[in-house]
């Protein structure tokens, strides 16, 4: 909060104008959306989404979801993946999000 503060404390009046139209515009909290999401996805291929362990070298990595929002997740081996893949056909009509959510839960 206080490197934000820092920010803006330096900013000229029209940058602070410019800063103000961002988040009047919505277009501020959609950045923000788009770095966490960016950010877990880092989280994700470090750690199996599945099975909670650290990812070697030799990992499986699956792209997907639409172009303007596409992911990345690593597995530690093709059960991980098989499984992963298998909740995401079961939850065909829900979100990729809620199928991380469901697995998030089951993780120890
Ligand atoms: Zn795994």
Known sequence: MNKLKGFIEHLDES????????????????LVDQKIVEKRSEEWNRICPVCNSLISNDSITLIFGPEDFRKKASFCATDCLE???????????????KVEGEINEHRP
Do not use: M, P, W
């Open 15 to 30: 940058e602070l104008r410019f800063v103000k139209r961002f988040i009047e515009k919505g277009e501020a909290l959609k």
């Open 83 to 97: 499984y992963f893949i298998q909740k995401l056909k079961q939850n065909k009509n829900d979100s990729i999000q």
